[in-house]
Nanobody, 115 residues
Framework: QVQVAESGGGLVQAGGSLRLSCTAS????????MAWHRQVPGKQREFVAV???????TYAGSVKGRFTISRDNANNTVYLRMNSLKPEDTAVYYC?????????WGQGTQVTVSS
């Protein structure tokens, strides 16, 4: 079983930056992709970015060019660097680890962007 824990959320003004971190623990061997999703109350959770075990990244269109996902395999950590933040980026951000098709979600970290 893999556990993931997010950190780094907070309050930032529009145009600002934040970096989220997600650290995996437990049975981390053979974790494949790690991803970030986000959710606004009353809406479905949506995909933000994913990075494969070999470092290939894919982004949602709404964040492409502003967000960067990266991975530190030595420390079992994935990061989400968020630049040029907009009020519509306000959400709870969740980390997801995929180990051979078994998904592990974190508890989420709140990101609030003020206008």
């Amino acid at each position: 079983q893999v556990q993931v824990a997010e950190s780094g959320g907070g309050l930032v003004q529009a145009g600002g930056s934040l970096r989220l971190s997600c650290t995996a623990s437990g049975s981390i061997f053979s974790i494949n992709a790690m991803a970030w999703h986000r959710q606004v109350p009353g809406k479905q959770r949506e995909f933000v970015a994913v990075i494969s075990s070999t470092g290939i990244a894919t982004y949602a269109g709404s964040v492409k060019g502003r967000f960067t996902i990266s991975r530190d395999n030595a420390n079992n950590t994935v990061y989400l660097r968020m630049n040029s933040l907009k009020p519509e980026d306000t959400a709870v951000y969740y980390c997801l680890a995929n180990k051979n098709g078994r998904l592990s979600w974190g508890q989420g970290t709140q990101v609030t962007v003020s206008s």
